[in-house]
């Protein structure tokens, strides 16, 4: 692999990276806005109390996910006999999964907005998302990091 396919791969994660985030917080923003005014919010106390053991179940399906997720995230480590095409592949998949676990941290904010209907929410939810999706931006010397732990 010469260095400027090394480098044109690095651009392409990076933008896989900054585009990864958006598509991921539309695509919740839109299940919990879709999922809203499903859930039983209202005045009276008994469809409340019907709607949290769904929620329970959702928040208890979604660790378990992530924690075979983040298993499998850890697994994926380099090899320095495996080709680099094959090791920037494996990089570009760790980058994905972690891309994947972390666009959820901003879930509850979305679930509350749902809830409460403030705009605070929506915001910090967006703030979390861009600050994530600066402050991990793939890089030649984090890959190269990556490919020598």
Known sequence: MTDADFRRTIRRLRWQHWLHYPV????MGAVVLLAGPRTAVGPTLEPR???WPVLLLLVALLLAAGLVLYAFYRRMQPNLRRPPEGNLRFYQGRIF??????????LPLLASYVL???PFDLIAAGAMLVALCWRLTPTAVTYQRWLLS
């Open 24 to 27: 991921q917080g539309l695509v």
């Open 49 to 51: 109390l019907a709607t």
């Open 97 to 106: 999964l972690r891309n994947s676990l972390l666009a959820l941290v901003p």
């Open 116 to 118: 409460t209907h403030k």
